[in-house]
Antibody, heavy 119, light 108 residues
Framework: EVQLVESGGGLLQPGGSLRLSCAASGFTFSEHNMNWVRQAPGKGLEWVSY????????YFADSVKGRFTISRDNAKNSLYLQMNSLRAEDTAVYYC????????????WGQGTLVTVSS | EIVLTQSPATLSLSPGERATLSCRAS??????LAWYQQKPGQAPRLLIYDASNRATGVPARFSGSGSGTDFTLTISSLEPEDSAVYYCQQRSNWPPYTFGQGTKLEIK
């Protein structure tokens, strides 16, 4: 069974830092490109970042560029999002999302972890 | 950045009725369009990819059509469990992936 389990969310003050993790199981993690997508409370979906299977290609949304970094450890079947200089507008549920190999888009999502940035 | 506009914002229909959800792109995305279903408190679930291909395990009552800038998600005969928010998403010209703002489908 495919599983993506996010962790690391929490409440923190503006300007703070946080590292999210996503543990993958039930599939060959090293063969899949991965993404982070977020959803502010009561709002729609916003793509945040992408990392290719080998970590050779990284992309970021303009809203997080220069503040967030994405990484992965294929030996540990894990995906990470390092978030620095957090702002109130970064408050959201953050989803780890897998890209398919046969399916040419995001085909599976974790349950998400909530990040709240507030003073 | 490609903008996706979904309509209507809210749709209220009865079980057994047909639902038609629209997604319009600000420029052509060819057929690189997907549809997701999100129920309250849950993660999104892929329904349709490449405009018209059903994802694994998706019931046959869900179908997608369109190309270029205009796309439709059709649910042929609504079930109570189809109550959800539906999002379209493009991957033609990315980054970034972009999503529509969502259509909330209510089953009376």
């Amino acid at each position: 069974e495919v599983q993506l389990v996010e962790s690391g969310g929490g409440l923190l003050q503006p300007g703070g830092s946080l590292r999210l993790s996503c543990a993958a199981s039930g599939f060959t993690f090293s063969e899949h490109n991965m993404n982070w997508v977020r959803q502010a409370p009561g709002k729609g979906l916003e793509w945040v970042s992408y990392i290719s299977s080998s970590s050779s290609t990284l992309y970021f949304a303009d809203s997080v560029k220069g503040r967030f970094t994405i990484s992965r450890d294929n030996a540990k079947n894990s995906l990470y999002l390092q978030m620095n200089s957090l702002r109130a507008e970064d408050t959201a549920v953050y989803y780890c999302a897998r890209e398919g190999r046969r399916v040419t888009t995001i085909d599976f999502w974790g349950q998400g972890t909530l990040v709240t940035v507030s003073s | 950045e490609i903008v996706l506009t979904q309509s209507p914002a809210t749709l209220s229909l009865s079980p057994g009725e047909r639902a038609t959800l629209s997604c319009r792109a600000s420029q052509s995305v060819s057929t690189y369009l997907a549809w997701y279903q999100q129920k309250p408190g849950q993660a999104p679930r892929l329904l349709i990819y490449d405009a018209s291909n059903r994802a694994t395990g998706v019931p046959a009552r869900f179908s997608g059509s369109g190309s270029g800038t205009d796309f439709t998600l059709t649910i042929s005969s609504l079930e109570p469990e189809d109550s959800a928010v539906y999002y379209c998403q493009q991957r033609s010209n990315w980054p970034p992936y972009t999503f529509g703002q969502g259509t909330k489908l209510e089953i009376k």
